[in-house]
């Protein structure tokens, strides 16, 4: 029997075997054709996205099937970095929040924009202690600084928002790791900086 362990807006994950099935819902408010075009088209891009990073050495979760609103994918058994941040010692944390930096970085390099950077969208895995990216739904493929500067300016509220008691730690060691694995990085950090300025004087 499927277990269902959340339900988004757009989507409803269970798990079957072993497996999480993340299946995207009708939406009433839509024309149907415009539905379905919709969900299939989002759920082709999310395993695009997930199947890119993979094979850029991203931790993302293995999708095995893609079905027209549907995508199985691995289970990664762990902990929401949400729930683990703030209990974590220095240490650790400084050194996780250089793993997330790198991840962003190797994403980056790739040419995806994951859409949606929070702790809540990542797991740290049970198994290997690695972190893995997880929820690629509102990701796009781009070359973009302005986009890679909007998808770390994210992040950065993510951690303001939740872990704002070791912002300042997270966020130094986030950034030091994104401009050591990426050549770019500068002028993304640079238009970063004037996206930070533009939202604090609104």
Known sequence: MDKIIQRGAEAILYMRGGELVKERIPKGYRIPQIDVKIRKQRTRAEAK???RARTSDVPVPHVRTEGDYSLVMDYINGKKLKDAL???DAETRGKTCEEV???IAGLHIAGIIHGDLTTSNMILSGRDGRVYLIDFGLGKF???AED???DLFLLY??????HFAVLDECWESVLAAYADC???SKDVLARMETIKK????K
Request: a positive charge; zero cysteines; proline letters at 0%.
């Open 101 to 103: 930096g790198a991840l």
């Open 182 to 184: 990426f050549a770019g």
């Open 198 to 201: 533009r939202r604090r004087y």
């Open 157 to 162: 509220e993510a951690l303001k928002s939740t």
């Open 86 to 88: 703030n209990a974590m």
């Open 148 to 150: 890679r500067a909007v």
């Open 142 to 144: 781009s070359q973009s």
């Open 49 to 51: 996205l997930m199947e």
